[in-house]
């Protein structure tokens, strides 16, 4: 499966930006999709998922009630609704699935085999 993520761009402190992770060559069913994130010089972290066939979300405690993760199952692509972003969520977004993956590890990176390109967030003060 081929994952391709899109939607990065440049926007200022406050601002909103959606997020897409489009999957080719296998349909996102029986699997989660998350987002990580990696800013310059630090490790790659976790910032949502989403259990595709039941629906289920976790999100890291920086992003709640500002991004929400949902999936468009006809077009097989999962979304990351970013609001009220701030200059600490500037980074390379990656967006990854895991067949199989169950709830107790959707913030695993080691619970992901396929991984996007990554899209790059810089949100200016």
């Known amino acids: 499966v081929q994952l391709q993520a899109s939607g990065g761009g440049l926007v200022q402190a406050g601002g909103s930006l959606r997020l897409a992770c489009a999957a080719s060559?296998?349909?996102?069913?029986?699997?989660?999709v998350g987002w990580f994130r990696q800013a310059p010089g630090k490790e790659r972290e976790f910032v949502a998922a989403?259990?595709?066939?039941?629906?289920?979300?976790v999100y890291t405690d920086s992003v709640k009630g500002r991004f929400t993760i949902f999936r468009d199952n006809a077009k097989n692509t999962v979304y990351l609704q970013m609001n009220s972003l701030k200059p600490e969520d500037t980074a390379v977004y990656y967006c990854?699935?895991?067949?199989?993956?169950?709830?107790?590890?959707?913030?695993?990176?080691?619970?992901?085999?396929?991984w996007g390109q990554g899209t790059l967030v810089t949100v200016s003060s």
């Open positions: 989403i259990r595709w066939s039941f629906g289920n979300t």
């Open positions: 060559g296998r349909t996102f069913s029986n699997s989660a």
């Open positions: 990854a699935a895991g067949y199989g993956t169950t709830l107790s590890m959707m913030r695993q990176i080691r619970a992901y085999d396929y």
